[in-house]
C-alpha cells in the first residue's frame, strides 16, 4: 500500500480540521471534540469488556497481583533491614504508592499508544485518519483496557498504606501537594507517553525505548534518590523530568531535603512542569502527523 493520497490532496487529508488543526478549531473547541471521542471509543471498550464480567474480574484481579509482586520485592527487602537508603518503609511506601498510582493512571488512560508504532507499519492508522475525529484521542481510547485499573488500585493502596504508618506533621500545604502531585504525576508520563508514539512516527520501531522512560521511570520512582548516583538523579531532574511526579513533591512531604541540588521550592512546580511536558508532546505529536505518508508497500 502506498500513499493513498498525493500533492494537494494528501497534505488536505493529513492536515484537515478534524485532525486536531489549531488554525482551523479554537483550542477549547479542540478538547471538547478530543473528550467526547475518547468518552466514546472508550465507552464501546468499556461495554465490550464488561459484557464478560467473569473474564474481567479474572483478568483484574491477576493485573493487580502482577504489580503487587514489584511491592513484594520491597516487603522483602525491609524483612532484612531497617532502613534502605536512609528511608524507612513507610517512607518507601509513600514514594511506591505516588509513582505507582500516577504511572497507574496514565497507562490505563494512554496506554493504547504503545501500539502505535504497529499501526504505522501495518497502515491501519490511516482508518483513524479518515475518521471526523481527532486523531489523538481515538488512538489512545482504541483497544480501552480496563483491567489495567488493577494497577491503579494496587498503587492507591500502598499509599494509602504508607500515610498510615507515616509520622508527619501534616499542615494544610502538605495535604493539598500530596492528590496535586498524584495528578500532575499522570499528566506527565502522559506526556512522555505521546511524545514517544510521536517518535515512532519516524523510527516504527522503537516503543522499547519509550517503556525504558514509563515502565523503568515509574520503577526508578518507587525507590529513594539516596541510593542511584547522583548522575542518574540529575538526570531526572532536569533531562527527562521524572522527578517531579514523586520524588521531589514527596520529599517536601517527608520533610527530607531535595537531592542533586534542587531548591525546596521545586516540589510545587509539578503543574508547570505537567504543563511544559503536554506542550512539548503536543507539538512532537503534530509534527509527526505532518510527516506522515502512510505506510510503504
Same mark, same amino acid.
Given at each position: 500500500?502506498g500513499?493513498?493520497?498525493?500533492?494537494?490532496?494528501w497534505?488536505?487529508?493529513?492536515?484537515?480540521?478534524?485532525l486536531?488543526?489549531?488554525?482551523?478549531?479554537?483550542?477549547?473547541?479542540?478538547?471538547?471534540?478530543?473528550w467526547?471521542t475518547?468518552?466514546?471509543v472508550?465507552?464501546?471498550?468499556?461495554r465490550?469488556?464488561?459484557?464478560?464480567?467473569?473474564?474481567?474480574a479474572?483478568?483484574?484481579?491477576t493485573s493487580?497481583?502482577?504489580?503487587f509482586?514489584?511491592?513484594?520485592?520491597?516487603?522483602?527487602?525491609?524483612?532484612?533491614?531497617?532502613g534502605?537508603?536512609?528511608?524507612s518503609?513507610?517512607?518507601?511506601?509513600l514514594?511506591?504508592?505516588?509513582?505507582?498510582?500516577?504511572?497507574?493512571?496514565?497507562?490505563?488512560?494512554?496506554?493504547?499508544?504503545?501500539?502505535?508504532?504497529?499501526?504505522?507499519?501495518?497502515?491501519?492508522?490511516?482508518t483513524?485518519?479518515?475518521?471526523?475525529?481527532?486523531l489523538?484521542?481515538?488512538?489512545?481510547?482504541?483497544?480501552?483496557a480496563?483491567?489495567?485499573?488493577g494497577?491503579?488500585?494496587?498503587?492507591?493502596?500502598?499509599?494509602?498504606?504508607?500515610?498510615?504508618?507515616?509520622?508527619?506533621?501534616?499542615?494544610?500545604?502538605?495535604?493539598?501537594l500530596?492528590?496535586?502531585?498524584?495528578v500532575?504525576?499522570?499528566?506527565?508520563?502522559?506526556?512522555?507517553?505521546?511524545?514517544?508514539?510521536?517518535?515512532?512516527?519516524?523510527?516504527?520501531?522503537?516503543?522499547?525505548?519509550?517503556?525504558?522512560?514509563t515502565?523503568g521511570?515509574?520503577?526508578?520512582?518507587?525507590?529513594p534518590?539516596?541510593?542511584?548516583?547522583q548522575?542518574?538523579?540529575?538526570?531526572?531532574?532536569?533531562?527527562?523530568?521524572? %522527578? @517531579? /511526579? =514523586?520524588? !521531589?513533591? &514527596?520529599?517536601?512531604?517527608? $520533610?527530607?531535603?531535595?537531592? +542533586?541540588?534542587v531548591?525546596?521550592?521545586? %516540589? @510545587? /512546580? =509539578?503543574? !508547570?512542569? &505537567?504543563?511544559v511536558?503536554? $506542550?512539548?508532546?503536543?507539538? +512532537?505529536?503534530?509534527?509527526?502527523?505532518r510527516?506522515?505518508? =502512510?505506510?510503504?508497500?
Open positions: 500500500m500513499r493513498p493520497l498525493a500533492g494537494d490532496s497534505r488536505t487529508y493529513r492536515g484537515a480540521g478534524f486536531g488543526d489549531s488554525r482551523r478549531h479554537r483550542r477549547a473547541g479542540l478538547l471538547g471534540d478530543s467526547r475518547y468518552r466514546m472508550a465507552g464501546m471498550w468499556i465490550s469488556t464488561m459484557a464478560y464480567r467473569s473474564s474481567f479474572l483478568t483484574l484481579v493487580f497481583c502482577v504489580t509482586f514489584d511491592f513484594v520485592v520491597i516487603l522483602l527487602m525491609f524483612g532484612q533491614v531497617r534502605l537508603g536512609g528511608f518503609f513507610a517512607e518507601v511506601a514514594l511506591y504508592g505516588t509513582a505507582g498510582t500516577s504511572f497507574g493512571i496514565a497507562d490505563l488512560t494512554m496506554g493504547s499508544l504503545q501500539r502505535m508504532g504497529k499501526r504505522i507499519r501495518d497502515g491501519s492508522l490511516d483513524f485518519l479518515m475518521r471526523p475525529a481527532p489523538l484521542a481515538q488512538v489512545a481510547a482504541d483497544k480501552f480496563l483491567r489495567r485499573f494497577r491503579v488500585a494496587q498503587g492507591l493502596m500502598v499509599l494509602v498504606w504508607g500515610l498510615l504508618l507515616l509520622d508527619v506533621a501534616w499542615t494544610p500545604l502538605k495535604a493539598l500530596l492528590p496535586v502531585t498524584v500532575c504525576g499522570a499528566v506527565i508520563f502522559g506526556a512522555v507517553t505521546v511524545l514517544g508514539a510521536s517518535v515512532q512516527f519516524w523510527t516504527q520501531d522503537a516503543s522499547e525505548v519509550t517503556n525504558a522512560f515502565y521511570g515509574n520503577t526508578l520512582l518507587q525507590y534518590p539516596t541510593i542511584f548516583a548522575e542518574l538523579v540529575r538526570g531526572v531532574v532536569y533531562v527527562v523530568p521524572l %522527578a @517531579f /511526579v =514523586s520524588w !521531589l513533591p &514527596a520529599l517536601y512531604v517527608l $520533610g527530607r531535603p531535595a537531592p +542533586a541540588g531548591p525546596e521550592w521545586a %516540589a @510545587f /512546580v =509539578s503543574p !508547570l512542569v &505537567a504543563a511536558c503536554c $506542550g512539548a508532546a503536543g507539538l +512532537a505529536w503534530r509534527a509527526g502527523i510527516s506522515y505518508r =502512510s505506510t510503504g508497500s
